[in-house]
T-cell receptor, first 111, second 112 residues
Framework: RKEVEQDPGPFNVPEGATVAFNCTYS??????FFWYRQDCRKEPKLLMS???SGNEDGRFTAQLNRASQYISLLIRDSKLSDSATYLC????????????FGTGTSLTVIP | NAGVTQTPKFRVLKTGQSMTLLCAQD?????MYWYRQDPGMGLRLIHY???????AKGEVPDGYNVSRLKKQNFLLGLESAAPSQTSVYFC???????????FGDGTRLSIL
């Protein structure tokens, strides 16, 4: 069983739409959670950390549900520049603080 | 501020050849990581280091060795390259365990 599972998509949405991605993790000892974005043939870049109380950064909102072991990312008012692959990342402290990545969810925002 | 720098950016090897990938960070981070990324798969951890002079195995360590002789550098070695090691390799660093990672821009390695 994979540590982190994501719907690979692709998600194709029009500009201005709201889109949500979900991610589930299998290890209840998971401690830290992140969303990264990765553009084609580029390195992953941190989008936002995910906190237990939920957090927002502009048009992006992240939520964590520890009981159900899932993480979500909501993007409002989608821009063309949001087109990328979004990676869900989990850190598990009792594995030596290793990070586990989902395979990513592909988003294309259409004019 | 360079952040995380990887060299080389591209390399083509023949089966059985050896090479070393270099990762350098100027952020004084304690933790450093080597990942590989293959189509349809998430990034997978090869080896990591929690500080100068330390290394540990990740999810897919076979066929690779690493060294962290200086805090700012983390080297990944392939002793006898195999076609299965064709991949994009990313180095990352973080200031603490569990903290957000900063990535280099990758090394594209092809083994024929």
């Amino acid at each position: 069983r994979k540590e982190v599972e994501q719907d690979p998509g692709p998600f194709n949405v029009p500009e201005g739409a709201t889109v949500a991605f979900n991610c589930t993790y299998s290890n209840s000892a998971s401690q830290s959670f992140f969303w990264y974005r990765q553009d084609c043939r580029k390195e992953p870049k941190l989008l936002m950390s995910v906190y237990s109380s939920g957090n927002e950064d502009g048009r992006f909102t992240a939520q964590l549900n520890r009981a159900s072991q899932y993480i979500s990312l909501l993007i409002r008012d989608s821009k063309l520049s949001d087109s990328a692959t979004y990676l869900c990342v989990v850190n598990i402290r009792n594995t030596g603080n290793q990070f586990y990545f989902g395979t990513g969810t592909s988003l294309t925002v259409i004019p | 501020n360079a952040g995380v720098t990887q060299t080389p950016k591209f390399r083509v090897l023949k089966t059985g050849q050896s090479m070393t990938l270099l990762c350098a960070q100027d952020m004084n981070h304690e933790y450093m990581y080597w990942y590989r990324q293959d189509p349809g798969m998430g990034l997978r951890l090869i080896h990591y280091s929690v500080g100068e002079g330390t290394t540990a195995k990740g999810e897919v360590p076979d066929g690779y060795n690493v060294s962290r002789l200086k805090k700012q550098n983390f080297l990944l070695g392939l002793e006898s390259a195999a076609p299965s090691q064709t991949s994009v390799y990313f180095c990352a660093s973080s200031y603490r365990g569990g903290g957000p990672q900063h990535f280099g821009d990758g090394t594209r390695l092809s083994i024929l």
